[in-house]
């Protein structure tokens, strides 16, 4: 009983889905198993294919996880425990890639593209207004109501 | 098989020569049309033809080799490698494309039968424009059945035949295998139509409202699907690859989630075009774009650049073959876009708030994700490439970009159905959403209520679950005017709906309970990691699950031990789950075979580790609240998808039977 109260690891909110955890890897102290469990998340297993080291079941995976735990009982913090496994691995080791110059791009092309795309949209709206505005009175909402169900009748 | 020898012997050799054939035809076939498509209809009546045969032949090609593999003839050399003949017949035959040249051939024959649908289904159409659609099909016929032949042929031969076959990976056999692939292409290969119409509309110059309503159904077929092929590659990865994850943001993946994301994007703003003639060259450019990602995501699994479960291992100069195809179809069509584009010309007007404003939001964001995904995908391959310096690219990652795209996508999705097109009155739309929105917000409180608080996105995720299925029922009740007449007429109004209006209803519906799956499991789900003994009781979100222990036995071509366990729910029932370890003769490889048990929406998951030091096993147990929920979504989508298919006035096409129909109809 005493060994299954201490393996019971139970994953938080959001955090990945794992496989990978053996129950003698798992820490006593709950609040810190939670930490290492979401840290894990967040790191690669370098030997795998694209997969966190929370979910490899292989054997660099399983040492990635020791240190993990072993950093936090240590007293390190989330930032110091990646930080430390970085400077041995490389940043190849991180699943979410830190903002840097080498990854200004990566960071900022979904929210570039949708500024181009929103200024693209407003010009050509803007540009076709002038050319042929739209009548000005708006239809009424008998008129909208009556639009809906022809629609709805398959015009 | 004395005499089935040497019959077999002339079935591969006449299958391969079918295939070039094929090859042969489609090459003269795409300059014939591309050369005489103006001439008076009758290269499209050879183009049909043509069309038609191309299929028969890469069809003998394909049941040639389906043949070698079911009969376990090892002295195809493709067989050999990933056949034995201890495999079950499914197995055997599904083994066809378990690997890179195989699959190629599945691609190059729904190709075809892509391009042979068109013509049978066709007839409708202006001749000078089926001509054209049926040349640009010939020459990706032409383009793909000559990778397979001259790079990754299927058909090549051992001599002396080996005896024995050297195993298909297990994780492949598995029914998965016999579903995915095909599901899977037939939603990327369809694309291949609405990107030859696209090229046809800039070639010709013409493009209308009724080009349109002939790519429609294509569109539709395919993102059906893809929508399948990714839901069932989800839930195959789920319970095969035995860490109950479902979705991983591995590029493979990505590279199905791509085309998808473009599809749902193109199938929206040709609906503008349809209905309104607007959005005409963005919908031509959206066609190019979706194919061209299927095309990206073929390479990126064929080319051996990315490894992952999907690329079978093949030499360097098949992903550069790939790379040169991809460049020029995708190459040339964007050139030919820059050229031709100016010459479409734009359609109908309207004002920012209306149906019209609210899909070109939708497109802005669809097509917002896709890039992010796409960039994200190749980021760490183009670092690596140009600095060599190597990063990931991961789930956290794309859970927050995608994330945050989709947010907005969601938030203004159920106003888009009630807009009027042209002009619409956002104020009396949002009236008739503020029950939907009421509701939602209430289910979010009752489920937290129930849950317990915390802080977190969840609630913020569950509220946008419900506010879309809640807004695509509201859009239903609104339509057959529910309490505003009375229920008699509601009904009748309701059942009289054109499929459309339920189509759009059933799959924004289907979207809302796949974001509740994805949050409720995401948020609730529990995990038990322990090692186990004969007779050990696991307790995991009030279920009680016992170990009875471990039986050996043999599988037709694998030993298993499975472990049995006594699953006991809060309500009483109990049920008997066997997860297995197995090890492939073959082969010698291990797998897991979870067990999962279904509990209405949720389910429990286990799987059987390594046996500890102890005598023990190590077990994992997982409780996946409303997990389901997400594939359900998913079948929601495709079903909503060929409930659109089914319309027939849609899917005639042409708008003049259109009108008698409805003439008869009302």
């Known amino acids: 009983m005493k060994r299954l109260a201490l393996a019971l690891g139970v994953v938080l909110a959001l955090a990945a889905p794992s496989l990978a955890v053996n129950p003698d890897e798992v820490l006593g102290d709950a609040a810190l198993e939670a930490r290492a469990r979401a840290i894990s998340a967040d790191l690669r297993c370098l030997v795998c294919q694209n997969q966190s080291i929370d979910d490899s079941d292989a054997d660099l995976a399983r040492d990635l996880r020791i240190i993990v735990r072993e950093r936090l009982v240590a007293g390190d913090s989330d930032t110091q425990v990646k930080q430390y496994l970085v400077d041995r691995y490389g940043e190849f080791v991180l699943l979410n890639p830190v903002m840097g110059p080498h990854t200004v791009l990566l960071w900022l092309a979904a929210p570039v593209m949708l500024a181009i795309g929103i200024i693209a949209v407003w010009m050509a709206a803007r540009r076709r207004r002038r050319a042929e505005p739209v009548a000005e009175m708006p239809p009424t909402a008998a008129e909208l109501e009556a639009l809906r169900d022809l629609e709805d009748s398959g015009r | ?666």
């Not at chain 2, 012997?9 to 391969?16: A, P």
């Not at chain 2, 593999?69 to 197995?91: E, I, K, R, V, Y």
């Not at chain 2, 209430?442 to 913020?460: E, K, M």
């Not at chain 2, 029922?473 to 499929?499: C, E, I, N, Y």
């Open chain 2, 1 to 666: 098989m004395a005499t089935g020898g040497l019959g077999q012997l002339m079935s591969i050799e006449l299958g391969h020569f079918a295939l070039i054939l094929a090859f042969a035809i489609a090459t003269v076939s795409a300059v014939v049309g591309l050369a005489l498509w103006r001439a008076n209809g009758r290269a499209a009546a050879y183009l049909q033809q043509s069309a038609i045969l191309q299929f028969l032949l890469v069809a003998a090609a394909f049941a040639a080799v389906a043949q070698a593999f079911a009969t376990s003839d090892f002295s195809l050399a493709l067989a050999f490698n990933h056949s034995h003949s201890a495999q079950p017949l499914l197995f055997r035959i599904t083994g066809v494309w378990g690997n890179h040249e195989g699959s190629i051939l599945l691609w190059v024959l729904i190709l075809v039968a892509m391009g042979a649908a068109v013509a049978a289904f066709g007839r409708n159409l202006p001749r000078d424009l089926l001509a054209l659609v049926l040349a640009i099909q010939s020459l990706l016929t032409a383009a793909f059945a000559g990778f397979a032949l001259f790079t990754s042929n299927p058909f090549a031969r051992l001599a002396p035949a080996p005896f024995e076959g050297r195993d298909l990976n297990p994780i492949l056999q598995d029914i998965g295998l016999a579903l995915h692939p095909p599901l899977l292409y037939i939603g990327y290969v369809g694309f291949s139509v609405c990107f030859s119409f696209a090229i046809a509309a800039l070639i010709s110059g013409r493009i209308d409202a009724a080009w349109a309503r002939w790519v429609r159904p294509w569109t539709l077929l395919s993102w059906t699907f893809l929508t399948l092929g990714i839901a069932m590659g989800s839930y195959w990865a789920y319970y095969e690859l035995g860490w109950g994850g479902w979705w991983f943001w591995d590029p493979v993946e990505n590279a199905s989630f791509m085309p998808w994301l473009a599809g749902t994007a193109l199938l929206h703003s040709a609906l503008v075009m349809e209905k309104r003639n607007a959005l005409k060259i963005w919908t031509v450019f959206l066609a190019i774009i979706t194919f061209s990602l299927s095309l990206l995501g073929t390479f990126l699994v064929r080319s051996g650049i990315l490894t992952s479960v999907h690329t079978f291992a093949s030499d360097p100069t098949c992903g550069l073959v790939i790379l040169a195809i991809l460049a020029i179809v995708i190459g040339g069509a964007f050139l030919l876009f820059a050229l031709r584009a100016g010459s479409l010309r734009a359609g109908g007007l309207f004002a920012p708030v209306s149906r019209e404003g609210a899909l070109i939001l939708n497109n802005l964001l669809l097509a917002t994700a896709t890039a992010a995904v796409l960039v994200g995908t190749l980021y760490p391959l183009l670092l690596d490439a140009l600095t060599g310096r190597s990063i990931s690219v991961g789930a956290p990652f794309f859970e927050l970009t995608f994330g945050s795209i989709m947010a907005p996508l969601l938030v203004i999705l159920p106003f888009g159905p009630f807009l009027a097109w042209k002009r619409g009155d956002l104020v009396a739309v949002a009236q008739r959403l503020a029950l939907a929105a009421g509701l939602a917000l209430f289910a979010t409180i009752l489920v937290f209520a129930l849950r317990g608080v915390g802080i977190s996105l969840v609630p913020v995720g569950l509220l946008l679950g419900f506010w879309v299925a809640f807004g695509a029922l509201a859009d239903l009740a609104d339509r057959a005017k529910l309490l505003r007449v009375d229920l008699a007429t509601s009904f009748r109004r309701l059942f009289g709906l054109p499929r459309t209006a339920w189509a759009t209803a059933i799959a924004h519906f289907g979207l809302g309970v796949a974001v509740l799956g994805i949050v409720a499991t995401s948020a609730w789900e529990v995990e038990l990691v322990t090692t186990m003994k004969p007779g050990d009781i696991g307790r995991i979100s009030g279920y009680s699950v016992l170990f009875d222990g471990i039986a050996h036995s043999e599988g037709p071509n694998f030993t298993s031990d499975a472990g049995r366990f006594t699953i006991i729910a809060p309500n009483g029932e109990t049920r008997i789950a066997l997860p297995e370890r197995r090890i492939y003769a073959a082969s010698g490889m291990p797998t897991t075979e979870a067990a999962i048990e279904t509990y209405g929406f949720s389910q429990v998951y286990l799987q059987l580790g390594e046996p500890g030091a102890d005598g023990g096993t190590v077990v994992r147990v997982w409780h996946k609240p409303f997990i389901t929920l997400i594939w359900l979504g998913a079948l929601l989508m495709a079903f909503a998808g060929l409930l659109s298919l089914s319309y027939r006035r849609l899917r005639v096409g042409a708008p003049q039977p259109a009108r008698h129909s409805t003439a008869a109809a009302e």
